[in-house]
């Protein structure tokens, strides 16, 4: 089960916030016992880029043979 602070990836694109599948964030709340959460993402200088709420389908754990991968991220529509 994820928890706070666990490390996930999107696994689907979040245009109204800007988000792509792929892209990293941290757990900073959990709600209803795992079913959705709160996900922090930054950018690499440390500063918040989005806070979103997901449900569990849309984000993986993150695993040992996962990559970061960076990109410029554009103001969301």
Same mark, same amino acid.
Not at 22 to 42: K, N, W
């Given at each position: ?12 694109? #979040?245009?109204?916030? /800007? ?6 964030? !941290?757990?900073?709340?959990?709600? &209803?016992?795992? %079913? =959705?959460?709160?996900?922090?993402? #930054?950018?690499?200088? /440390? ?6 709420? !997901?449900?569990?389908?849309?984000? &993986?754990?993150? %695993? =040992? ?8 991220? /554009?103001?969301?529509?």
């Amino acid at each position: 089960m994820l928890r706070e602070h666990d490390r996930v990836i999107l696994t689907q694109n #979040l245009p109204k916030e /800007g988000l792509q599948a792929g892209d990293v964030g !941290v757990i900073v709340h959990v709600y &209803r016992q795992g %079913t =959705a959460f709160e996900v922090e993402f #930054l950018a690499l200088d /440390g500063n918040t880029l989005a806070v979103a709420t !997901v449900m569990d389908s849309q984000v &993986r754990r993150v %695993t =040992a043979r996962d990559v970061s991968h960076a990109r410029t991220m /554009g103001i969301p529509a």
